[in-house]
Structures are given as C-alpha cells and as structure tokens.
C-alpha cells in the first residue's frame, strides 16, 4: 500500500525566507508525485508534478521539487516566498484504481507567512 | 470553460436525513473521484469510478453510495446521514489513464450534520 508522511503540520515564515515543505512517501512499486494547494475556502490546485525524468521538477508561483528516490522524499521548496503563499499544501502519490489514477495524499502543511 | 461543479457550496442536514451531493464536469473525463477533507487528516479517498457504469471503492466508503450513469456526472449520496460525516467533500476529475493530466477538482461542499 502506498503512504504518505507531510512532517510538518504546520510552517511559519516570514516574507522573503526561504521554505521547504517536507514529503516521504511509501510505495513497492513505481510512484507519480504531486503537489496541491489550497487557498482558503477554495478547492486544490496543482503546483507541480513528477512523473518520470529530471528529478528537479519547476512548478508554478516559483515552487520547485525535489525528488529523491533512496530517501523516498519529495520535498517542496522556494527561495522567496511571499505573503500570498499563504495556504495548505498537499503531497501526494498516485494510489490504487486502473493506472494509478487515484491520488492518496498526506496530512497537509499550512504554511503561514507574515510581515 | 466551467470545469468541475459542486452543488450546493454549504449544506446543513439533521442526523438521519438523507442527501445527495452532486458533482459535474464539461472536460468528457472518464475518471472521476470524491474526497473528504477533515481537519489534521488531509483529503481522503470515498468513491472513484474509471468510467460510466464503473465504481469502486476508497478509503473510506462507509455510509456512502455513489453511481455514474453518464460521463459528466458523480453524485454522492448520504443515506443516513451522521455527524462523522460533517466535513468538506471534494470532487475531482481527470482523463483516465492519462499521467501527465492533474486531476481538477471543484470548490468544495460543506457539509455540517447536526
């Protein structure tokens, strides 16, 4: 069965510090990855995804992805963040159904950013 | 385009009640997904279903029924409805088979049971 650990529950930062959201993931066979955020009172949306390839994946608001096989993590990070950063942000890994299509996703990290 | 739709947006039912939540995509997507998020527990898996007249199970199916007579539409439906249940559903959508497509989801519904 596959898992999903976010070590961080909860992340406070201050504007322009960098940040790094913190993902392992469990899983015997080949994973896709993914990170979602959420805004608030709104629904998820992707931030960025990893399939196969380069390991560096560039999302989109200058997010980036790191994803390591031996350590089965996929860490979530950005060099600068700003005040609009402010949501929850989900990892999560293709689960089971036909073709991997169902996502399992971890706990959530809500990062706070202030002035 | 409209995308995923969620109706209602809010919902409060008294313990018993029965409802059905609907949920709509214009994108001709074949899989189609419904979640639950509770606070400190992320999103979690109810129902799925790859295509019309095709449903599984999630993670948590207990106390839900879902069907797929057509392509646009999942509804899910509450029975009996129970105050575990209170929480925020989501339902998502996403071309079958297809790994480079994120799944889109809809708003949301909130859902309190009294």
């Known amino acids: 069965a596959q898992s999903v650990t976010q070590l961080d529950s909860q992340v406070p930062v201050f504007e322009e510090a960098p940040v790094e959201l913190r993902c392992n993931y469990s899983s015997s066979v080949s994973v896709y990855l993914f990170w979602y955020v959420q805004y608030p009172n709104q629904g998820l949306q992707l931030l960025l995804k990893y399939l196969s390839g380069s390991t560096l994946v560039k999302g989109i608001n200058g997010f980036e992805a790191e994803f390591n096989k031996s350590q089965t993590s996929f860490h979530l990070r950005k060099p600068s963040v700003h005040i609009s950063d402010t949501a929850e942000y989900f990892c999560a890994v293709s689960g089971p159904g036909q073709a991997g299509t169902a996502l399992i996703f971890g706990k959530g990290t809500t990062l706070s950013v202030s002035s | 385009n409209a995308g995923v739709t969620q109706t209602p947006k809010f919902q409060v039912l008294k313990t018993g009640q029965s409802m059905t939540l609907q949920c709509a995509q214009d994108?001709?997507?074949?899989?189609m997904s419904w979640y639950r998020q509770d606070p400190g527990m992320g999103l979690r898996l109810i129902h799925y279903s790859v295509g019309a007249g095709i449903t599984d199970q999630g993670e948590v199916p207990n106390g839900y029924n879902v069907s797929r007579s057509t392509t646009e539409d999942f509804p899910l439906r509450l029975l009996s409805a129970a105050p575990s249940q209170t929480s925020v559903y989501f339902c998502a959508s996403k071309p079958q088979g297809v790994f480079d497509q994120p799944q889109h989801f809809g708003d949301g519904t909130r859902l309190s049971i009294l």
């Open positions: 994108m001709n997507h074949e899989y």
